[in-house]
């Protein structure tokens, strides 16, 4: 039978000029892809000419031989039917795509991720990609621009938070359900995950009629459960951490004989999580950094893959929560580590360890993994609500915290004479927060931009103290939030007591005149952290 196949390509705009064009060519493949030795030499050569399109491409845009875009049908309506018989493949196509899995060949190749591409397009709709003006401007202020020909960096955001169940584990869904023959779906489904993962699966499993089982940590956030249960599927919670979780569905998996769906470490799965990456070079052919949060891994490394395959310079960097480093100690260690479970506000990346698929990708095809602690990451979900009027989950804001942090300070001191590093995307991977815990994380946010601080002041134990100490506070312009007093639990001699105070500030400049002004008056204090 026949499948329609894309080939991407890209003209990188002349000097003077900033104006893209992007290339899009289908042609069509009269035969399913199979596994022998001379089909998998195909395989590489198609790949192979992918680079010479890439690299044949960089004429100047205004050549009169340069082929002109097609115009992509239009995406029409459907209803939920119409789209169970559009995504269910037949026998031939499913059993081509599963020998390819199992042949041994590379996990996950540009072509497979080009296949989920064309099997979930018409399902899901793309994200917006969508320049910050005013983060470019704050974070790459210092760059050079001796050069006239010079271009200012800029910052590019990937909503993936707008996808309907709010993350990004909706393409690895699509694309692993698509594979379920009629016998399986018969079964049903079985899943674990922190609640991205888990609201996808419930939710395409109720597109197709499947049943769904869903284990989930303790520790996930109700607004992922409810929207868990809102898609009809049975919620199972135990454990503190997705490990915990999975020991749960497999066991379900196998006294229910359920199809087990991982969130992570499935060949489909980060194939259908790949196809974020030729939706980026679709949006914009030109970013030549991306920066993608990690858990267990899935989405990273089908992104990788695909940006790499498609443009070799491309720099793609991983950040997580330094409670869980997985990823950055795998990448240090040299070989694939696992971590004790640490609570932390970025829960949808709290994974004790990568999957061996996602590990030996991400090894091979990203450049570096970072860390960034909870209080950069709360002020990154800050600064996005502020700036971008966006709501993004600790995990999804933990790419935006390592630049606004500066782990990845080559970003951040470029020159001019370098043609890197001028279009990163930074990739909000999902924004299923739970709004009981928001003001906590405002909060910290709050305290890491100065806006919060809280001062012990050690004062004598008689009346009229802390109406001096609260009157300096007011003289310097602060709201008070809250006023404490401590006498027994710490080291105070005797006929003192300890003032603590929080006040809402102006930023770092403002706490510095309060301390100023406090050892003015005579007052020994310390800040808490």
Do not use: W
């Not at 992922?224 to 490990?243: C, I, M, N, P, Y």
Request: hydrophobic share 35%; with cysteine.
């Amino acid at each position: 039978m026949q499948q329609l196949r894309r080939f991407i390509t890209y003209s990188p705009p002349p000097p003077t000029s900033t104006a893209a064009t992007l290339h899009c060519r289908f042609v069509v493949r009269s035969q399913p892809h199979t596994t022998t030795n001379n089909n998998n030499k195909n395989k590489n050569n198609h790949l192979y000419h992918n680079h010479a399109l890439i690299q044949q491409s960089t004429t100047n845009t205004n050549n009169t031989n340069t082929p002109k875009t097609p115009t992509p049908t239009p995406t029409t309506t459907t209803t939920i039917e119409e789209e169970q018989q559009n995504i269910v493949l037949t026998d031939t196509e499913r059993e081509t795509i599963l020998d390819k899995v199992e042949s041994g060949e590379d996990l996950v190749t540009l072509e497979d991720i080009e296949d989920a591409f064309t099997r979930i397009r018409p399902l899901l709709p793309p994200t917006p990609l969508l320049v910050s003006q005013s983060l470019s401007a704050e974070l790459f202020k210092n760059y050079e621009t001796n050069h006239k020909q010079s271009i200012q960096p800029l910052l590019y955001l990937k909503y993936e938070n707008k996808h309907l169940t709010g993350s990004f584990k909706e393409r690895g869904a699509i694309n692993k359900m698509t594979l379920l023959s009629p016998e399986e779906r018969k079964r049903g489904v079985v899943c674990c995950s922190a609640g991205n993962h888990a609201q996808a699966v419930a939710y395409h499993a109720m597109r197709l009629g499947v049943s769904a089982t869903i284990c989930m940590p303790e520790t996930t956030p109700l607004a992922k459960v409810q929207g868990t249960k809102r898609f009809g599927a049975h919620v199972v919670l135990s454990g503190e951490g997705v490990d915990d979780a999975y020991a749960v569905a497999t066991q379900i998996a196998q006294q229910e004989n359920r199809v087990f769906v991982h969130p992570f470490n499935d060949t489909a799965v980060i194939a259908g999580q790949g196809t974020l990456g030729l939706e980026l070079m679709e949006q914009n052919p030109y970013l030549d950094t991306v920066i993608c949060p990690i858990g267990g891994g899935g989405l990273i490394a089908g992104l990788a893959v695909a940006l790499k395959t498609m443009n070799p310079r491309i720099k793609v960097y991983g950040v997580e929560a330094t409670n869980m480093p997985s990823a950055y100690l795998s990448r240090r260690n040299k070989y694939l580590t696992s971590v004790p479970f640490n609570p932390t506000i970025a829960d949808g990346i709290a994974v004790r360890a990568l999957g061996d698929k996602t590990y030996d990708l991400i090894d091979k095809y990203v450049d570096d993994v970072v860390t960034v602690s909870e209080n950069e990451i709360a002020h990154s979900v800050l600064t996005l609500l502020e700036r971008e009027k966006t709501l993004s989950e600790g995990a999804g804001s933990a790419g935006l915290a390592a630049l606004l942090f500066r782990k990845l300070p080559h970003l951040h001191h470029q020159s001019s004479k370098n043609p890197q590093n001028r279009r990163i995307c930074v990739v909000l991977s999902g924004g299923n927060i739970d709004i009981s815990i928001l003001r906590e994380i405002i909060d910290r946010g709050l305290v890491t931009s100065g806006r919060l601080a809280r001062m012990r002041v050690t004062v004598p134990d008689v009346p009229g103290q802390l109406a001096s100490v609260l009157s300096i506070f007011h003289e310097m312009r602060c709201n008070i939030r809250e006023v404490e007093h401590e006498r027994n639990f710490r080291d105070i001699p005797l006929g003192f007591t300890t003032l603590c105070v929080t006040v809402s500030t102006k930023g770092f400049d403002h706490i510095e005149q309060i301390q100023e002004t406090l050892i003015s008056r005579g007052y020994k204090y310390e800040m808490s952290s």
